[in-house]
């Protein structure tokens, strides 16, 4: 399986700033995902970031409050833009393994905004 | 939307009891993932289910998947103290180009 770094590991913001979030993978890999977990809920798709296009995006979030790149297949970012306190959360990215479906998960980076 | 439902959300036991958890989507499912996460931890993927009736063992883990993929169990044999976490399953319907996560049933052993 593939390794994943992300940065930061957690931060504490201010409303209305925003926070760029690093996935870094170890290898090539297709299929790159976020999620954000609140503390005690499941995993909620944020979007799929396409390497070379668009994100595609989920149901009740839009790019300009989560803008993602994917400049390659080994690196991506998710900004959260315009923080309040609900978007106090986890922000995981996962990628997809290779001809299957199962997902390797960073580490997370933990967001608070006071 | 698709939906998958996890049973139960919460579950204590003694050590060396056997622990279940169910999982149940509203649609037929092509295939199924289970995760594993540890407090303070991330998702660890656990196994993969993908044909009718599959049954799959890891050590004292078995996972099995409905005859009609649409529900999926996770039984562990004689919890240790070690199994303590969240337990999700992912599944993804044959018409979704994604997998929808249950809700996850948090296990607790008591030693």
């Known amino acids: 399986s593939a390794v994943i770094s992300q940065k930061p590991s957690r931060d504490i913001c201010q409303r209305g700033t925003s926070l760029t979030i690093q996935c870094q993978v170890d290898?090539?890999?297709?299929?790159m995902f976020w999620y954000r977990q609140q503390p005690g809920q499941s995993l909620t798709l944020i979007a799929t970031a396409n390497q070379g296009s668009e994100a595609t995006y989920e149901s009740g979030f839009v790019i300009d409050k989560f803008p993602i790149s994917r400049p390659n297949l080994t690196f991506s970012t998710l900004t959260v833009s315009n923080m309040s306190p609900e978007d106090s959360s986890i922000y995981l990215c996962s990628v997809g393994g290779a001809g299957s479906y199962e997902q390797y998960f960073g580490p997370g980076t933990r967001l608070t905004v006071t | 939307g698709q939906q998958v439902m996890q049973i139960p959300q919460y579950q204590h036991v003694q050590e060396g009891e056997d622990f279940t958890t169910y999982c149940n989507s509203s649609t037929t499912l092509s295939n199924i993932q289970w995760y594993k996460q540890r407090p303070g931890g991330h998702p660890v993927f656990l196994i993969q289910l993908v044909k009718s009736g599959e049954v799959k063992k890891q050590k004292r883990l078995t996972f099995q998947f409905g005859e009609a993929k649409k529900n999926s169990s996770l039984h562990i044999t004689a919890t240790q103290t070690t199994d303590v976490g969240t337990y999700f399953c992912?599944?993804?319907?044959?018409?979704?180009?994604?997998?929808?996560f249950g809700d996850g049933t948090t296990l607790t052993v008591k030693p």
């Open positions: 290898s090539q890999v297709t299929m």
């Open positions: 992912a599944g993804r319907s044959t018409n979704a180009g994604k997998s929808t």
